[in-house]
């Protein structure tokens, strides 16, 4: 599968933004995709933003795309001890048969 | 929900044993997979299923064998288990259509001792 490198942990306070990082491989990739995994749980589809967008903005996500230097970021606004979960970038690849994961980045959030 | 369960839940088995999870689907999805989810690996896929009795090896497909015999079940085996195999365990399923988005089971904590 393709590489997507994200960094591991971070830690904010309750009420500021969190951005969260993400390199990819594949320019060729039609979408993008963040999944959020709450503590004892499976992975959900929080946001994607197609390859053709440089940003898509959902309530209080804001996804950003740099496709030249392969770089994709999750900012979420007003971060609530609710965000506090494991987010994973991710990337199709195998003509969408597959899709590669990030190692996640764990999102702490300090009352 | 997308209607994906798993079983068991939890369990403990001894090195050497063979064990089998199961992934149970109620919507019909053609795709299905599994994963596995270790610290500092996220998660890696071991195998998927693109049709009844259709499969493919994923990036750590070494020491497990899958079979999908009908559309709603998806069966992971490991023959032979080993220590290096304890980990939690993920099913998908996978939409048809863009943005070709992937539902997960609860998934299976597995411990062998």
């Known amino acids: 599968g393709e590489d997507v490198e994200q960094s591991l942990f971070l830690s904010v306070r309750e009420g500021d933004s969190s951005v969260i990082n993400c390199t990819y491989t594949?320019?060729?990739?039609?979408?993008l995709y963040w999944y959020k995994q709450e503590p004892g749980a499976g992975l959900q589809l929080l946001t994607y933003?197609?390859?053709?967008?440089d940003m898509k903005q959902d309530q209080r996500l804001t996804v950003l795309l740099n496709k030249k230097d392969k770089h994709l970021s999750l900012r979420i606004a007003d971060t609530q001890t609710g965000d506090s979960a494991i987010y994973f970038c991710?990337?199709?690849?195998?003509?969408?048969?597959?899709?590669?994961f990030g190692i996640g980045t764990k999102l702490q959030v300090i009352p | 929900d997308a209607g994906i369960t798993q079983s068991p839940r939890h369990k403990v088995t001894e090195t050497g044993t063979p064990v089998t999870l199961r992934c149970h689907q109620t919507?019909?999805?053609?795709?299905m997979y599994w994963y596995r989810q270790d610290p500092g690996h996220g998660l890696r896929l071991i195998h998927y299923?693109?049709?009844?009795?259709?499969?493919d090896k994923g990036e750590v497909s070494d020491g497990y064998s899958v079979s999908r015999s009908k559309t709603e079940d998806f069966l992971l085996t490991l023959e032979s288990a080993t220590s290096s195999q304890t980990s939690v365990y993920f099913c998908?399923?996978?939409?048809?259509?863009?943005?070709?988005?992937?539902?997960f089971g609860p998934g299976t904590r597995l411990t062998v001792t």
């Open positions: 919507e019909n999805h053609r795709y």
């Open positions: 991710a990337e199709p690849y195998g003509g969408y048969q597959k899709v590669t």
């Open positions: 998908a399923i996978r939409e048809l259509a863009g943005p070709y988005e992937q539902y």
């Open positions: 594949d320019s060729s990739s039609t979408y």
């Open positions: 933003i197609f390859s053709n967008m």
């Open positions: 299923s693109y049709g009844v009795k259709d499969t």
